[in-house]
């Protein structure tokens, strides 16, 4: 005869009793180990390996995703019990069933029921693979591209606004070969959301002119934790900015880093395929996890954002400075991003932004290419000419370079990065 299923109870309300006779009745196959008063209570006993089943109230004061992941982290299902027009949101949560109560005919055998954890915040994983098999195929749902590289200013936030620019098909056809390309031959632009989830110098709102207190980011990713970020709300926290350009602005001090928990930003991230054709995600310099946290604590995680969004790029866009110091930079970031501490699975493209003779001596993008070749193992590399005078009008204006300056060499370059992106998910 197998064991009983040993539940934690965190009921709250007249119902818990009933609950709890239920669990206990004679032939119910579970046995109540430890009845819970708050949500701090029940991760507790749940990471001391006390319940494998977690039955909880879906309003629960504390009860959100992040909780929901904890505690399909310590290898506890979640069963949540809810009254009617509730259960959405619990399903958003992240539960393994929702049902109506005590009395409902699928009680015990939700309970009972031994079917592996399959939650990408409890394995870590979520990857091409994952996302195929719950239906988001290429095509069918928008794609995720993180545009991250190593420290220094190598023009993370740049190459995010005019790739998310290109890709809105914002601004004149770009020029090819000394003139203007027709523009029935460009691509259409496509809706496109530009996420801002630097943690550390977060300056999207300002690049772009728009309100820095704007909530973006902060407040989609409270939503989240919620259970209640749906289409609807996420657009109505990034408002269009120009033609098919979404932005998701980010937040306005640094210090407010601990409201974008990795596990919020997830499931921004996957409702923005469903809003936007194009995600792009401006990620932070820093791809660590802090080992002193990770031991006997769930204390949030600086760079949890970055992960998050870098866990779940189709397209990871790394972006170095072409000059000797940003290409060490580059060489070095390349291998921290091999051993980042969560599954990077997208399609990398190395960009050296800012390519220029004074810098690198004559046939700088040659020069360029064959260092990274070289001291890198990159066998591809997009070159982004440098044009100081045409990039610093485009943000003293608060606009792309494809609506301020489209002739520009340096725009040139990123629109033919965009091109490169959208081959790689065709």
Same mark, same amino acid.
């Given at each position: 005869?197998?064991?009983?299923?040993?539940?934690?109870?965190?009921?709250?309300?007249?119902?818990?009793?009933?609950?709890?006779?239920?669990?206990?009745?004679?032939?119910?196959?579970?046995?109540?180990?430890? %009845?819970?008063?708050?949500?701090?209570?029940?991760?507790?006993?749940?990471?001391?390996?006390?319940?494998?089943?977690?039955?909880?109230?879906?309003?629960?004061?504390?009860?959100?995703?992040?909780?929901?992941? &904890? @505690?399909?982290?310590?290898?506890?299902?979640?069963?949540?019990?809810?009254?009617?027009?509730?259960?959405?949101?619990?399903?958003?949560?992240?539960?393994? *069933?929702?049902?109506?109560?005590?009395?409902?005919?699928?009680?015990?055998?939700? $309970?009972?029921?031994?079917?592996?954890?399959?939650?990408?915040?409890?394995?870590?994983? @979520?990857?091409?693979?994952?996302?195929?098999?719950?239906?988001?195929?290429?095509?069918?749902?928008?794609?995720?591209?993180?545009?991250?590289?190593?420290?220094?200013?190598?023009?993370?936030?740049?190459?995010?606004?005019?790739?998310?620019?290109?890709?809105?098909?914002?601004?004149?056809?770009?020029? &090819?070969?000394?003139?203007? &390309? *027709?523009?029935?031959?460009?691509?259409?632009?496509?809706?496109?959301?530009?996420?801002?989830?630097?943690?550390?110098?977060?300056?999207?709102?300002? %690049?772009?002119?728009?309100?820095?207190?704007?909530?973006?980011?902060?407040?989609?990713?409270?939503?989240?934790?919620?259970?209640? @970020?749906?289409?609807?709300?996420?657009?109505?926290?990034?408002?269009?900015?120009?033609?098919?350009?979404?932005?998701?602005?980010?937040?306005?001090?640094?210090?407010?880093?601990?409201?974008?928990?990795?596990?919020?930003?997830?499931? $921004?991230?996957?409702?923005?395929?469903? @809003?936007?054709?194009?995600?792009?995600?401006?990620?932070?310099?820093?791809?660590?996890?802090?080992?002193?946290?990770?031991?006997?604590?769930?204390?949030? +995680?600086?760079?949890?954002?970055?992960?998050?969004?870098? +866990?779940?790029?189709?397209?990871?866009?790394?972006?170095?400075?072409?000059?000797?110091?940003?290409? +060490? %930079?580059?060489?070095?970031?390349?291998?921290?991003?091999?051993?980042?501490?969560?599954?990077?699975?997208?399609?990398?493209?190395?960009?050296?932004?800012?390519?220029?003779?004074?810098?690198?001596?004559?046939?700088?993008?040659?020069?360029?290419?064959?260092?990274?070749? %070289?001291?890198?193992?990159?066998?591809?590399?997009?070159?982004?000419?440098?044009? *100081?005078?045409?990039?610093?009008?485009?943000?003293?204006?608060?606009?792309?370079?494809?609506?301020?300056?489209?002739?520009?060499?340096?725009?040139?370059?990123?629109?033919?990065?965009?091109?490169?992106?959208?081959?790689?998910?065709?």
């Amino acid at each position: 005869m197998a064991a009983p299923v040993t539940v934690l109870c965190a009921v709250d309300g007249p119902e818990e009793p009933d609950v709890v006779v239920a669990l206990g009745a004679p032939g119910s196959g579970a046995t109540v180990t430890r %009845r819970c008063g708050d949500v701090a209570e029940l991760l507790a006993a749940a990471a001391a390996g006390a319940g494998t089943v977690a039955v909880v109230t879906a309003d629960l004061v504390g009860l959100d995703r992040e909780a929901v992941g &904890r @505690l399909h982290a310590a290898g506890t299902r979640v069963v949540a019990l809810t009254h009617a027009g509730g259960a959405d949101r619990a399903e958003a949560l992240g539960a393994d *069933a929702v049902l109506t109560g005590p009395g409902d005919p699928g009680f015990l055998d939700a $309970v009972r029921d031994t079917a592996p954890i399959d939650d990408p915040l409890a394995t870590g994983e @979520l990857d091409l693979a994952t996302l195929e098999r719950d239906g988001a195929t290429p095509g069918r749902r928008g794609e995720v591209v993180a545009v991250w590289g190593p420290v220094g200013a190598p023009g993370r936030s740049t190459t995010a606004v005019e790739l998310a620019a290109e890709l809105a098909g914002i601004g004149a056809a770009p020029r &090819r070969r000394g003139r203007r &390309r *027709a523009t029935s031959g460009r691509p259409p632009g496509e809706t496109t959301l530009l996420v801002d989830a630097d943690t550390y110098g977060s300056c999207l709102a300002a %690049r772009l002119g728009l309100l820095d207190d704007a909530p973006g980011l902060a407040a989609a990713a409270r939503a989240a934790s919620q259970g209640s @970020l749906d289409l609807a709300t996420l657009a109505r926290h990034s408002p269009v900015v120009a033609g098919r350009l979404r932005v998701l602005t980010g937040i306005t001090r640094a210090s407010r880093w601990p409201e974008l928990p990795a596990s919020a930003v997830e499931v $921004v991230l996957e409702r923005a395929r469903d @809003l936007a054709r194009w995600t792009v995600v401006d990620c932070g310099p820093l791809v660590e996890a802090d080992e002193l946290l990770m031991y006997d604590t769930h204390a949030p +995680q600086r760079n949890g954002a970055t992960l998050a969004a870098l +866990q779940a790029a189709d397209v990871v866009v790394v972006v170095g400075a072409a000059d000797p110091i940003g290409i +060490q %930079r580059l060489v070095r970031a390349l291998e921290d991003l091999g051993e980042a501490p969560v599954p990077v699975a997208g399609r990398r493209v190395v960009v050296a932004n800012r390519v220029r003779s004074t810098a690198v001596g004559p046939d700088p993008a040659a020069a360029v290419a064959a260092a990274l070749a %070289r001291y890198g193992g990159v066998t591809d590399v997009h070159p982004v000419p440098d044009d *100081a005078a045409a990039c610093d009008a485009a943000v003293l204006a608060g606009r792309s370079l494809a609506e301020h300056a489209p002739s520009s060499s340096a725009r040139d370059g990123f629109a033919a990065l965009a091109g490169h992106v959208r081959d790689l998910v065709a």
